[in-house]
């Protein structure tokens, strides 16, 4: 099977990448998020291991889906431009982090969790009004520092961020939902491919992971593509909420196991035990120490 991997795994990441892809083409956001729980409990990766591979899988199905999104004029380049310069910078900071090992593994997997709490409170918070929303320099900051708070999250955790991403076009740059969608799925890209390079990481030995993975996401985006006009948004935000909630509660379990995990630990030397013996237990299997000399001074 692929990578030693059981029929059984290699149908969960098909189907796990389906449901990324129609999610990418419908909310432009979120799928992205589900798929490190994925890698990592699933396909049984390593953290350091299923981020790259999660960035990479995100940037091509985040293309895949921007092609359609284009030709129909969802698109907003001045927001893009706002949000997304800051969030290269981010992702730039968070994926040098998690190369120069400042970032525990542990950590990774907590900060996943909380960002998908998060995420899920974003997802079904009523926006504001128009007549309540900042000043247009007001509103151009606030874009910009949630564009750092993304790229940071996509460095470390290996997402996207557009969950954190639409909202924030909708909330702050007043986008409707349609435009903050399409819009979001160049960003998410291009985000992706910026923390890939930070990370200095190309996940070969888990490449052969992508064609269940992308094949899944192609059905589901062309599904996603024809269904999105007969779907409504509030019950699909309420159904990906419930999953980013159980994918939260599954990373976040993940993360204590890991940091709780007993290590090997170096045992220390017996006091009691003579330095001779040290030095001929330390010798390779088979050697034997010298023979004292029997030869008497003249």
Do not use: Y
């Amino acid at each position: 099977m692929l990578m030693g991997l059981s029929l059984g795994s290699v149908v969960l990441l098909g189907a796990g990448g389906g449901l990324i892809g129609f999610l990418l083409s419908v909310l432009g956001a979120g799928g992205s998020i589900l798929l490190l729980p994925l890698l990592v409990s699933g396909a049984g990766l390593p953290t350091q291991e299923a981020v790259p591979l999660s960035l990479l899988v995100v940037m091509l199905l985040a293309l895949a889906n921007l092609g359609p999104t284009i030709r129909r004029g969802q698109f907003a380049p001045r927001p893009a431009l706002i949000l997304g310069i800051p969030a290269l910078a981010g992702s730039w900071i968070g994926g040098s982090w998690v190369k120069a090992g400042h970032i525990p593994e542990p950590v990774q997997l907590a900060v996943f969790a909380i960002a998908a709490l998060v995420a899920s409170w974003l997802l079904n918070r009523r926006p504001p009004g128009r007549d309540s929303c900042d000043a247009p320099a007001e509103q151009t900051v606030l874009l910009a520092v949630q564009g750092v708070l993304v790229g940071l999250l996509t460095g470390i955790a290996g997402v996207g961020g557009g969950f954190a991403i639409v909202p924030a076009l909708v909330l702050l740059a007043g986008l409707p939902m349609a435009l903050a969608s399409g819009t979001s799925l160049l960003l998410l890209a291009v985000n992706a491919l910026v923390a890939l390079a930070a990370q200095g990481h190309w996940p070969a030995a888990s490449l052969p992971l992508l064609l269940p993975l992308l094949a899944g996401g192609a059905i589901g985006a062309v599904l996603g593509q024809r269904l999105a006009p007969h779907l409504s948004d509030r019950h699909l935000r309420q159904g990906f909420s419930l999953l980013l909630i159980g994918s939260a509660a599954l990373t976040g379990a993940e993360a204590w196991r890991r940091h709780h995990q007993p290590q090997a630990r170096p045992q220390p030397a017996d006091p009691h035990r003579p330095a001779a013996a040290l030095l001929i237990s330390d010798q390779p299997r088979g050697s034997r120490a010298p023979a004292p000399s029997s030869a008497t001074p003249p």
